[in-house]
């Protein structure tokens, strides 16, 4: 192609271009369009705010819920009853003579609080709680030790406890005694003092004696009387 054909074709080019309403030309925005866009953009932006505060208001109002729920005295959630096992109800007589198939599991038992409070650590105690002649040292927070009104002793009837808590066979932090680590502990019987009844077999025995004594005297004197 020679060069005056290649200038023909460039001007013939131009004119199409110029011809064509400017479609390579960029577009030009108007005040209208713009207000058009930015009034899309801030409903769009309105309507994702607001959808994202109702979540979170009502993810708030759930979480008050459940708080509410769970800390409100007398009220078990499924969780913790799925977190705390069961208590296996035992006593004083086979926990004193368990093996290990009750080693480190959650019991519960009656028994009356004897002998003396011995200070432990960490702010817990020693209570020797009895049942049928069977013992069983538990170890207890203090303050749940405070509600021990009396100590088992002679004619003193101690405060029977209900225990809730752990059984070791072999406590690994108490030099390998078996015990138990109360969780919970409620009174039961305050105890005190024992009134004791009068022994009537004792008493006629007494009497017995002292009427034998008596007749005794009597028949003394009456043979020192015939003896004169």
């Not at 705390?84 to 004193?96: C, G, I, V």
């Not at 038992?109 to 049942?131: M, S, Y």
């Amino acid at each position: 192609m020679t060069a005056g054909g290649r200038r023909a074709m460039s001007a013939g080019g131009r004119r199409a271009m110029s011809a064509g309403g400017g479609l390579l030309r960029p577009r030009s925005w108007g005040r209208g369009a713009l207000q058009s866009l930015a009034l899309t953009f801030a409903r769009s932006l309105a309507r994702l705010l607001a959808r994202s505060l109702a979540r979170l208001l009502a993810l708030a109002f759930a979480l008050t819920f459940a708080l509410t729920f769970a800390l409100t005295p007398g009220v078990m959630t499924p969780l913790a009853h799925a977190a705390e096992p069961e208590a296996y109800p035992t006593s004083t007589t086979e926990l004193s003579t368990a093996g290990r198939e009750l080693d480190n599991r959650r019991v519960s038992f009656t028994a009356e609080a004897i002998g003396d409070i011995i200070q432990g650590d960490n702010g817990h105690v020693w209570v020797t709680l009895l049942h049928d002649d069977a013992s069983i040292s538990v170890f207890m927070d203090a303050t749940a030790a405070e509600q021990i009104a009396s100590l088992g002793r002679y004619q003193v009837k101690g405060t029977t406890l209900e225990v809730v808590g752990v059984f070791h066979l072999a406590c690994p932090e108490h030099e390998g005694v078996s015990d138990v680590h109360a969780v919970s502990v409620r009174v039961i019987d305050a105890g005190g003092g024992v009134a004791q009844a009068p022994d009537l077999g004792l008493l006629a025995s007494g009497l017995l004696l002292v009427f034998s004594g008596v007749l005794l005297m009597v028949l003394f004197h009456i043979l020192h009387e015939r003896l004169r």
